[in-house]
Structure formats: C-alpha cells, structure tokens
C-alpha cells in the first residue's frame, strides 16, 4: 500500500478502499498512520466514512488526520465546538458579571499575568453540562481514560483536535501568552494536554517553541504540566 500510494495516490486511496471493509480494525490501525505522509484534500470523504468504524481507536486515527485538513468538514466541527467553549472575555469585566456566571455555574474564567508575557489576557471556558452522543463519532469519548472529570476530559480530547493556530487568533494573542495564561487555571492541566497533542500531531514547530521556553524556564507548575 505504501509503494502504492508514493507511486499514485489515487491509486493507493483506491486500493486501500477495495479492502477496508473486510480489514481488521487492527490492519486499519496500521494502514491510516501512512497517510499522513501523503494527506490530500482528496482524502477526505475517505477519512470521513473513516468516523462510522465501529473501533474508537480507528475512529480516532481519522480524525488526528482529519483536523490536518484545514477546509475539512470535520476541522469546521472541531473549531466551532473550541470557539464555543473557549473565548477570550475583557479582564476588566465588572464583578456583577462574574458573580452572575459563577452562580450559574457555567463558566471558569482566569484573568492572569506574568513578567513573561505583554498584557493581561482573560479566558472564559464553557462547557457543556452534558455529553452529546454526536461527539462519539468525532472520536470525542464520554468516559475518561484518565483520573480527570468528564467534561475536563471532553475539552482536553476537543482542544488536541484543533490545530494551534487557531488559538492565536480565537484568543487574539501569542502562543505563549496562551500557554501563561492556561499555568493556573482550573482546567489549565487539560488545556496543556489538548495543546500539546495538537502540536505533536501538526508538528507545528512555533508552537513547540513556546512549549519549551515554557519547560526551560524551570517553574515547578509547568513542568508538572507538561511531563
């Protein structure tokens, strides 16, 4: 399949439909990670029906390549469940406000500076109180994996399927600033987690920088973040 797909990726895309749906989710497993070094637009509607697989893993699998297709339905979906969850808001928002939505409870709002970043930026984050069986076919699991609530779980799995560069211009800011910005928040160890998963899957070297000059400067809360 790979000298296939090198050789002809229209070729190769065809070969590897002729047989998807006898494979095993295993032999899925192995055959999508090569595409990742072809990706073409084309490939979409392929890695679309790729979302109805009954394996989350392959599920999963399709959608890390999915969200490198920047004009992908699926990066649409991703960008504005992020936009809808994560805003930047004025940091001098009055206390009425505030005190209004921490009744509500329905949003964490961190407003934090540092001698490492220009200005003060603050972050609302939004999430829904409840799971939306839709997001399963996304590869947006219900359940935690890992010993974090439920609705940390489903921004950590949405923010990792968002490219990083959409951040900079959702929050209107620097990478850096963002991830300053993330050190003490309430979801700030969720945040890292989706972002740095986002960089490795796009190997977005910017944002891999910030990433480091983060865990070079030594401070205790980013680097227990970021291992």
Same mark, same amino acid.
């Given at each position: 399949?790979?000298?296939?797909? +090198? ?29 990742? &070094?072809?990706?073409?637009? #084309? &490939? ?15 599920? *999963? ?10 004009? #992908?339905? +699926? ?55 409840? %799971?939306? !069986? ?14 974090? *609530?439920?609705?940390? %779980? ?29 050190? &003490?928040?309430?979801? *700030?160890?969720?945040? +890292? *987690? ?8 796009? !190997? &977005? !070297?910017?944002?891999?920088?910030? +990433?480091?000059?983060? %865990? ?12």
């Amino acid at each position: 399949f790979r000298r296939v797909l +090198f050789r002809s990726h229209r070729k190769g895309i065809s070969l590897l439909e002729s047989t998807w749906s006898s494979d095993s989710s295993e032999q899925k497993q192995k055959l999508l990670p090569i595409l990742s &070094d072809a990706l073409d637009h #084309s &490939d979409e509607l392929f890695l679309e029906s790729c979302l109805d697989d009954r394996s989350i893993k392959v599920r *999963g699998l399709a959608a890390e390549l999915l969200m490198l297709l920047e004009k #992908s339905a +699926f990066t649409k979906r991703m960008q504005a469940m992020a936009m809808s969850w994560v805003q930047r808001v004025d940091p001098a928002e009055s206390l009425a406000q505030k005190a209004l939505r921490k009744l509500k409870g329905v949003a964490k709002k961190l407003t934090a500076s540092s001698t490492e970043v220009d200005s003060i930026i603050g972050i609302e984050i939004q999430i829904p109180q409840t %799971y939306d !069986k839709a997001w399963a076919r996304d590869s947006i699991q219900e359940k935690p994996t890992e010993k974090i *609530g439920s609705r940390a %779980y489903w921004l950590k799995q949405v923010v990792s399927l968002v490219v990083p560069k959409f951040w900079e211009t959702q929050l209107q800011t620097t990478p850096s600033q963002i991830l300053a910005t993330c050190m &003490d928040h309430s979801y *700030g160890i969720e945040l +890292f *987690g989706g972002l740095l998963k986002a960089t490795e899957l796009c !190997k &977005d !070297k910017h944002w891999a920088t910030a +990433f480091l000059d983060l %865990y070079l400067s030594g401070k205790p809360k980013i680097n227990h973040k970021l291992q």
